[in-house]
């Protein structure tokens, strides 16, 4: 693990999901790790940018990754599936063609933005801090044991496939959420969904295609026993969570099962007090058994 | 019984001289006749070298012959022997079987899925085919006269399919669709990676009326973004990409009414107006104003928890305005472009 960032949060940890980004600067802060703010990048495009406009998609990547090498960070750190392959995705295509590189870097500077050289890596906070130094330091602040909780890893497609762009461990049995769940002296749940779909880039525009992807990972969580999903994506994260209510009336079944960020289950680890964590803004509420687990102590009958 | 175990490979280890091993297989059976499923595990003998086509092959020699299972070419090409190993869609014949025997470990073969099972390891394609066949696949040039020799394409014209038009209709992708699991009329990522072959031909004219096609309910716009179809591919297709570049034809050519294009509309517009998403203009914009009327109460449960931003004050990036200065010139220069042509012969000629 790197000293020095720059830090990507992405739209949804910016907007509607700021209790992500707010755990993410509580646990950067224990692990002495500096976060450089990017005030100047647009929306990574989700998929969306580049299924749409691929062109410009490119260079808006080539923007941000520019923006980050002017910045003299060496890594962008995300926190957020769609965001790391959207970003991997472009650095690869430039990184591998120096003609399209150059073209690219002829129009950021007619409209007078960062050009970019190739010299930044996009690495995920999971990918960080579930191997090597960042492992071990995430193990000397995880002062707390989560012990009795049963946590059932979601790890969301866009941190896993395609394994050429993204590579950091096998897409169909990955093992680096379960390995920070066990760090937190919590219990991993298996279950088959964990690297499926959630449905959440079809959600608004084919409700019952996505509906009927989103069930099964929130199915199989709950049949297996487990308190909480966590996931590092969060999109999966919204859509597991804010679209669950829809997801139980789709199945017919009660469901009922609260969904963390990863960094939040990290956090909690850590001793990180649920002000920085920001449980309340999530959908689905904690239930004080579950919080009393993540060791956060809470008078029951005070919270919203 | 040990002499009939490695008959089918005595003449194999004659001509090769090759060093054998143990491969031990679990298979998921299903008896038509009976509407049931088994699993049955194997171990056979075979050369180190051996796929685990080869290993079912030894089984169906030696073991039991009444395993059913799809071959033909042995060598990645026909497409023929798809099969989920260890739960993921790959070719029997382009996996090795080594890597397990020396990790220990039994490997599961199972049918691919989103296809009905016929027998054992056999799935019925028809559904595949007709997905196919729905994607026209097939150059249409009618509105050009025939001509008597042949069209010119330009060498990077056909980049632009070669991926596309490396696809051996294997099926593999299509097995684990996640969009298919749940939407199975879904034309999924076979189909739609052999319509970006003809979209993107330079020879083909029909293009417009291929994208209107592919606008629709169960068209490109159903793609959930899993990429498990990238993944298994065994050829190097990735579908999700073409997938992708159908979505950017569609824009090129104004088919931008679809739910799906109106999303995607929503994520480039907010870039150059502010920088990150508008995600209050997500819901209306993409489902239309009427039914996001409907959703209120959904709307209501996400505000109660914060989830809603202040649509009157939109993200706003620094230096955006680069990003507008951008947006223009990429508009102006695409704008500009022509589609690429094959070269009709008479052209050539007078050319």
Same mark, same amino acid.
């Given at each position: 693990m790197q000293e020095r960032y720059?830090y990507y949060p992405g739209?949804l940890a910016s907007l509607s999901q700021k209790e992500l980004d707010s755990s993410t600067r509580a646990i950067a802060q224990k692990l002495d790790i500096e976060l450089v703010e990017? =005030?100047?990048?647009?929306?990574?495009?989700?998929?969306?940018?580049?299924?749409?406009?691929?062109?410009?998609?490119?260079?808006?990547?080539? $923007?941000?990754?520019?923006?980050?090498?002017?910045?003299?960070?060496?890594?962008?750190l995300t926190i957020c599936n769609?965001c790391t392959?959207?970003?991997?995705?472009?650095?690869?295509?430039?990184?591998?063609?120096?003609?399209?590189?150059?073209?690219?870097?002829?129009?950021?500077?007619?409209?007078?933005?960062?050009?970019?050289?190739?010299?930044?890596?996009?690495r995920h906070l999971l990918w960080e801090v579930s191997e090597g130094n960042g492992y071990e330091a995430f193990k000397g602040i995880a002062v707390k044991s989560l012990e009795g909780l049963k946590v059932a890893p979601f790890y969301g497609?866009?941190i896993?496939? =395609?394994?050429?762009?993204?590579?950091?461990?096998?897409?169909?049995?990955?093992?680096s959420l379960e390995r920070l769940i066990s760090a937190c002296g919590a219990e991993p749940i298996?279950?088959?969904?964990?690297?499926?779909?959630?449905?959440? =880039?079809?959600?608004?525009? $084919?409700?019952?295609?996505?509906?009927?992807?989103?069930?099964?990972?929130?199915?199989?969580a709950?049949?297996?026993?487990a308190d909480v999903i966590v996931t590092p994506c969060p999109l999966c994260h919204l859509?597991l969570d804010a679209?669950? $209510?829809?997801?139980?009336?789709?199945?017919?079944?009660?469901?009922?099962i609260p969904i963390l960020h990863l960094a939040q289950l990290l956090g909690a680890a850590a001793g990180i007090e649920e002000s920085e964590l920001k449980f309340k803004r999530h959908v689905t509420r904690l239930s004080p058994e579950v919080k009393a687990k993540l060791q956060m102590p809470s008078v029951?009958?005070t919270e919203a | 019984?040990? &002499?009939? *175990?490695?008959?089918?490979?005595?003449?194999?280890?004659? /001509?090769?001289?090759?060093?054998?091993?143990?491969?031990?297989?679990?298979?998921?059976?299903?008896?038509?006749?009976?509407?049931?499923?088994?699993?049955?595990?194997?171990?056979? @003998?075979?050369?180190?070298?051996?796929?685990?086509?080869?290993?079912?092959? /030894?089984?169906?020699?030696?073991?039991? #012959?009444?395993?059913?299972?799809? *071959?033909?070419?042995?060598?990645?090409?026909?497409?023929? %022997?798809?099969?989920?190993?260890?739960?993921?869609?790959?070719?029997? %014949?382009?996996?090795?079987?080594?890597?397990?025997?020396?990790?220990?470990?039994?490997? @599961?073969?199972?049918?691919?899925?989103?296809?009905?099972?016929?027998?054992?390891?056999?799935?019925?394609?028809?559904?595949?085919?007709?997905?196919?066949? /729905?994607? *026209?696949?097939?150059?249409?040039?009618?509105?050009?006269?025939?001509?008597?020799?042949?069209?010119?394409?330009?060498?990077?014209?056909?980049?632009?399919?070669?991926?596309?038009?490396?696809?051996?209709?294997?099926?593999?992708?299509?097995?684990?669709?996640?969009?298919?699991?749940?939407?199975?009329?879904?034309?999924?990522?076979?189909?739609?990676?052999?319509?970006?072959?003809?979209?993107?031909?330079?020879?083909?004219?029909?293009?417009?009326?291929?994208?209107?096609?592919?606008? #629709?309910?169960?068209?490109?716009?159903?793609?959930?973004? %899993?990429?498990?179809?990238?993944?298994?591919?065994?050829?190097?297709?990735?579908?999700?990409?073409?997938?992708?570049?159908?979505?950017?034809?569609?824009?090129?050519?104004?088919?931008?009414?679809? &739910?799906?294009?109106?999303?995607?509309?929503?994520?480039?517009?907010?870039?150059?107006?502010? #920088?990150?998403?508008?995600?209050?203009?997500?819901? +209306?914009? @993409?489902?239309?104003?009427?039914?996001?009327? *409907?959703?209120?109460?959904? /709307?209501?449960?996400?505000?109660?928890a914060g989830k809603?931003?202040?649509?009157?004050?939109?993200?706003?990036?620094?230096?955006?305005? &680069?990003?507008?200065?951008?947006?223009?010139?990429?508009?102006?220069?695409?704008?500009?472009?022509?589609? +690429?042509?094959?070269?009709?012969?008479?052209?050539?000629?007078?050319?």
């Amino acid at each position: 693990m790197q000293e020095r960032y720059a830090y990507y949060p992405g739209c949804l940890a910016s907007l509607s999901q700021k209790e992500l980004d707010s755990s993410t600067r509580a646990i950067a802060q224990k692990l002495d790790i500096e976060l450089v703010e990017m =005030p100047s990048v647009t929306c990574c495009g989700a998929g969306d940018i580049h299924e749409a406009k691929p062109d410009y998609y490119l260079h808006i990547s080539a $923007r941000i990754l520019g923006q980050a090498e002017q910045m003299g960070c060496e890594t962008i750190l995300t926190i957020c599936n769609v965001c790391t392959l959207n970003l991997r995705q472009a650095n690869k295509a430039l990184q591998e063609d120096p003609a399209l590189l150059n073209r690219i870097n002829d129009n950021l500077k007619e409209v007078g933005a960062a050009t970019y050289q190739g010299g930044v890596d996009v690495r995920h906070l999971l990918w960080e801090v579930s191997e090597g130094n960042g492992y071990e330091a995430f193990k000397g602040i995880a002062v707390k044991s989560l012990e009795g909780l049963k946590v059932a890893p979601f790890y969301g497609c866009q941190i896993l496939r =395609p394994s050429k762009i993204l590579g950091f461990e096998n897409p169909d049995s990955p093992q680096s959420l379960e390995r920070l769940i066990s760090a937190c002296g919590a219990e991993p749940i298996d279950y088959p969904a964990k690297v499926k779909c959630c449905g959440f =880039p079809i959600v608004l525009a $084919r409700e019952d295609v996505a509906l009927g992807e989103l069930v099964q990972p929130l199915e199989q969580a709950v049949e297996a026993g487990a308190d909480v999903i966590v996931t590092p994506c969060p999109l999966c994260h919204l859509s597991l969570d804010a679209w669950q $209510r829809k997801a139980a009336d789709f199945a017919g079944k009660e469901l009922g099962i609260p969904i963390l960020h990863l960094a939040q289950l990290l956090g909690a680890a850590a001793g990180i007090e649920e002000s920085e964590l920001k449980f309340k803004r999530h959908v689905t509420r904690l239930s004080p058994e579950v919080k009393a687990k993540l060791q956060m102590p809470s008078v029951i009958g005070t919270e919203a | 019984m040990t &002499e009939i *175990k490695n008959a089918h490979f005595t003449t194999l280890q004659g /001509a090769y001289d090759t060093e054998l091993m143990e491969a031990t297989l679990r298979i998921r059976r299903w008896d038509p006749d009976t509407q049931r499923a088994r699993f049955d595990t194997f171990t056979v @003998t075979v050369p180190v070298t051996a796929s685990v086509l080869d290993a079912l092959d /030894a089984i169906k020699d030696t073991r039991d #012959g009444t395993l059913a299972y799809r *071959k033909s070419c042995r060598m990645a090409v026909c497409g023929s %022997c798809g099969m989920r190993i260890d739960g993921g869609a790959a070719l029997a %014949c382009k996996t090795p079987m080594k890597k397990f025997v020396d990790a220990g470990h039994t490997i @599961t073969v199972s049918p691919m899925g989103n296809l009905p099972v016929i027998k054992d390891l056999v799935v019925d394609m028809a559904p595949f085919w007709e997905k196919i066949r /729905a994607v *026209k696949p097939y150059l249409d040039t009618r509105d050009e006269d025939v001509p008597d020799t042949e069209w010119r394409v330009a060498p990077e014209h056909h980049d632009m399919i070669h991926k596309e038009s490396l696809c051996i209709l294997c099926g593999c992708c299509v097995s684990e669709c996640n969009s298919m699991e749940s939407d199975p009329d879904f034309l999924g990522p076979a189909a739609l990676a052999k319509a970006y072959r003809f979209v993107g031909d330079a020879r083909d004219t029909d293009t417009r009326e291929r994208l209107r096609d592919l606008n #629709g309910a169960h068209g490109i716009w159903d793609c959930t973004r %899993c990429y498990f179809c990238n993944q298994r591919c065994p050829k190097g297709v990735d579908p999700r990409d073409a997938i992708a570049k159908l979505g950017a034809e569609s824009f090129k050519e104004g088919f931008v009414r679809d &739910e799906g294009a109106r999303h995607a509309k929503v994520f480039v517009d907010s870039t150059y107006k502010g #920088g990150y998403l508008r995600e209050t203009e997500l819901v +209306p914009k @993409t489902i239309g104003p009427v039914n996001a009327v *409907k959703d209120i109460p959904f /709307a209501l449960q996400l505000a109660r928890a914060g989830k809603v931003p202040n649509p009157l004050s939109p993200h706003k990036a620094k230096d955006n305005d &680069e990003v507008k200065r951008l947006w223009k010139l990429l508009e102006k220069e695409a704008k500009g472009a022509e589609r +690429p042509r094959a070269l009709h012969p008479d052209a050539v000629r007078e050319g």
